[in-house]
């Protein structure tokens, strides 16, 4: 009998695996407060990224660089108090994990302790694997990301498809065996072809999590920002907004300026 509906009362790194097993699609977006965080696990979701992108959305930088790891930490405990059910993985940032392994080691443990998290995800393949078998030692699962990885946006000088080439796509390829050798529990696919996408999910027993990688991985994920329509200027093709909140929201803020400004806030029934 198929268990592809299952109910998950709590999300675990095996829920993920049984859910690809059972060809069931696996949904994953963003948060970075209690506030948004509530509303996403209500929503069923099943993994809840606390991404670096916070550096984004949340800090308007340029890039995913500048955030840190305390940062990251503050970001994903607000995540943590508001989840009942999904399974929260936390970025660790550029910085904390690459040079040294035992300096990503510190790094995930402070996310794990400090936080309260889940798991954490790693971007890159072959030239983290000491890091990633470090932390794995430690009994930290680790999800890792592959094709475009942002905190290597200096080296790629654009933020363009990944792994068009056959060259590229057979280092991906080796990557993501790599990775599930390891013990990685579950692998993002950021911008690369869907064939490519395609080809990888069927190579590994791990779940894939695409980004711009196509229908083919095991689930989908997305900047909840971007979702609800309340990021306005980064429109990439793989992004589906399925609200406009910008202009909503700026209309609402309008219109309480416009309330206040005439005396019609707060009128007679909003007051004691």
């Given at each position: 009998?198929?268990?592809?509906k299952k109910e998950y009362k709590r999300v ?247 309330d206040v400004k005439s005396q019609n806030f ?7």
């Amino acid at each position: 009998m198929s268990t592809a509906k299952k109910e998950y009362k709590r999300v675990t790194v095996k829920s993920l695996v049984d859910m690809k097993k059972n060809g069931e699609k696996i949904s994953m977006l963003t948060s970075y407060d209690y506030s948004m965080a509530k509303i996403v696990d209500a929503a069923n979701v099943d993994v809840i990224l606390v991404g670096d992108s916070a550096s984004n959305v949340m800090a308007g930088h340029e890039t995913t660089l500048p955030i840190t790891l305390d940062q990251m930490i503050y970001h994903a405990s607000s995540v943590i108090r508001a989840v009942e059910r999904a399974l929260v993985v936390v970025d660790l940032p550029f910085g904390s994990y690459q040079s040294d392994p035992k300096e990503a080691l510190r790094s995930a443990i402070r996310i794990m302790k400090e936080s309260g998290a889940h798991a954490v995800k790693l971007e890159g393949g072959a030239e983290i694997k000491e890091s990633v078998k470090r932390i794995l030692a430690a009994g930290i699962p680790v999800m890792g990301h592959l094709g475009l990885t942002p905190q290597s946006i200096y080296k790629f000088g654009t933020y363009t498809v990944r792994a068009k080439e056959d060259e590229e796509a057979k280092q991906l390829m080796e990557d993501a065996l790599l990775l599930e050798k390891l013990g990685c529990f579950g692998l993002v696919l950021e911008k690369i072809p869907a064939e490519l996408t395609k080809k990888v999910s069927e190579s590994l027993t791990i779940p894939t999590i695409g980004i711009g990688g196509g229908k083919y991985a095991d689930g989908q994920v997305l900047v909840v920002h971007d979702l609800l329509g309340m990021t306005h200027e980064f429109n990439p093709r793989f992004l589906r907004r399925y609200m406009n909140l910008y202009e909503e929201m700026g209309n609402a803020i309008s219109n309480y300026v416009s309330d206040v400004k005439s005396q019609n806030f707060p009128n007679d029934e909003e007051q004691y």
